[in-house]
């Protein structure tokens, strides 16, 4: 058993955890954040995890047969056995997603209840942002498929995949918004500001146990790695269609355009943010 593998993708996944957090640092200076910058957040978030999963992970998943480099773009013939795994992959995703809405749907929580719960209410929240925040945990796990062969940047010895760094740091970056909407509330209820960067940390806990649950499969089953590399894309995907964007729309509804313009600006700055991940 990989234990130091383990722990390598925990800390990822915590750190993806603990960037929810950066949600909560505006409060600290302002009093409230502007619903054109929300919006804007929202639509950097969206580029980043729609290119991550497709430049990324989906282009990860077809390779070496698809190749993207500064020469330009190489295609092969795919096997079809591939085609066929992303392609499961990808609706596995989708279905996780839509899965987990049921579930979930009639036990939303507001972030008031986070300061209001007694242990079993916690426990119960957990349990709901665990199905709400699994997606995210998985899609760093799967990242590091490679943890520790050859390539990629090497941390404390250990060769990391340029996928699994890109990764980690789009889920963190898709987190800020994540931090920023918890807050809201909880700054209306007067809670301080040490606690809301707690209670937003808290609401991204389950990433790490999702990301090493996902490292554990890819790792005791890579001839079904395209699979993982679909799941974690069609999950990501449709979070994006499905929560980020209406999201967004609804908090730009007073905005000039319906908030159209700081989306769109803000997923152009994203996907360009994750440019570099295509010559990975």
């Given amino acids: 058993m990989d234990w130091g593998g383990f722990a390598f993708v925990f800390a990822a996944g915590l750190v993806t955890a603990l960037a929810t957090g950066l949600g909560a640092v505006p409060f600290f200076f302002v009093r409230d954040v502007s619903d054109r910058w929300n919006v804007a957040l929202w639509g950097v978030a969206s580029g980043i995890m ?21 020469a330009g773009v190489s295609v092969s013939a795919v096997p079809t056995r591939t085609l066929l795994l992303l392609g499961a992959g990808l ?8 899965v987990a809405h049921r579930v979930i749907e009639g036990a939303e929580v507001n972030p008031r209840q986070y300061e209001e719960a007694d242990f079993r209410k916690l426990l119960l ?5 665990t199905v709400h925040s699994f997606p995210e945990g998985v899609a760093v796990g799967v990242a590091f498929a490679d943890l520790g062969l050859d390539g990629g940047l090497r941390v404390l010895g250990v060769a990391v995949p340029l996928l699994a760094v890109f990764m980690t740091v789009a889920i963190s970056v ?3 918004p994540e931090g920023v ?11 301080s500001n040490p606690r809301l960067v707690w209670w937003s940390v808290f609401s991204s806990l389950p990433q790490p146990v999702g ?7 890819v790792r005791v089953a890579r001839e079904f790695l395209p699979v993982g590399f679909g799941f974690a894309a069609g999950a990501m995907i449709y979070l994006v269609l499905a929560e980020f964007v209406p999201e967004a729309f609804e908090r730009g509804a007073d905005l000039p355009n319906g908030g159209r313009t700081e989306l769109f600006a803000g997923i152009a700055a994203g996907a360009a943010v994750m440019v570099p991940l295509l010559f990975v």
């Fill in 181 to 191: 909407a918890i807050s809201i509330p909880l700054r209306s209820m007067g809670v």
């Fill in 125 to 129: 929240i957990l349990g709901v942002l």
């Fill in 91 to 98: 609706l596995a995703g989708v279905l996780l997603v839509v």
């Fill in 50 to 70: 729609l290119s991550a999963s497709v430049f990324g992970l989906v282009l990860e998943a077809l390779s070496p047969s698809v190749r993207v480099s500064l």
């Fill in 174 to 176: 898709h987190n800020v």
């Fill in 211 to 217: 990301a090493v649950a996902a490292f554990y499969f």
